[in-house]
């Protein structure tokens, strides 16, 4: 069974960091691509930020040149480094990992995190 485990949310004022981390655990191969997304109150969820496995990313216009995403194969693990926040970056976060193909649904496997809480107040 394929578990994630995100840490590294909070409470934080506006302009500070935060860094998220999210390890997978369990029978997990053939890593593609790994991710964050966001669900805000009030809103839908939405993507953050992904990065493949040769290093490709990828950001949401709201958080480019403000967060950095980055992996460590070796760990199974994927980073989310947030600068300058914002209110409007309050959000739980999901780690979400893609990883080999699901021949039946036509598509990778997918998982996701329990999600950790974003808070940006002052």
């Known amino acids: 069974q394929v578990q994630l485990v995100e840490s590294g949310g909070g409470l934080v004022q506006p302009g500070g960091s935060l860094r998220l981390s999210c390890a997978a655990s369990?029978?997990?191969?053939?890593?593609?691509?790994m991710g964050w997304y966001r669900h805000p109150p009030g809103k839908e969820r939405e993507l953050v930020a992904t990065?493949?496995?040769?290093?490709?990313?990828n950001y949401a216009d709201s958080v480019k040149g403000r967060f950095t995403i980055s992996r460590d194969n070796a760990k199974k693990a994927v980073y989310l480094q947030m600068n300058t926040l914002k209110p409007e970056d309050t959000a739980v976060y999901y780690c979400?990992?893609?990883?080999?193909?699901?021949?039946?649904?036509?598509?990778?496997?997918?998982?996701w995190g329990q999600g950790t809480q974003v808070t940006v107040s002052s």
């Open positions: 990065i493949t496995n040769d290093d490709s990313t």
């Open positions: 369990g029978s997990i191969s053939s890593i593609n691509t």
């Open positions: 979400n990992v893609r990883s080999g193909y699901n021949w039946y649904l036509k598509r990778p496997y997918e998982y």
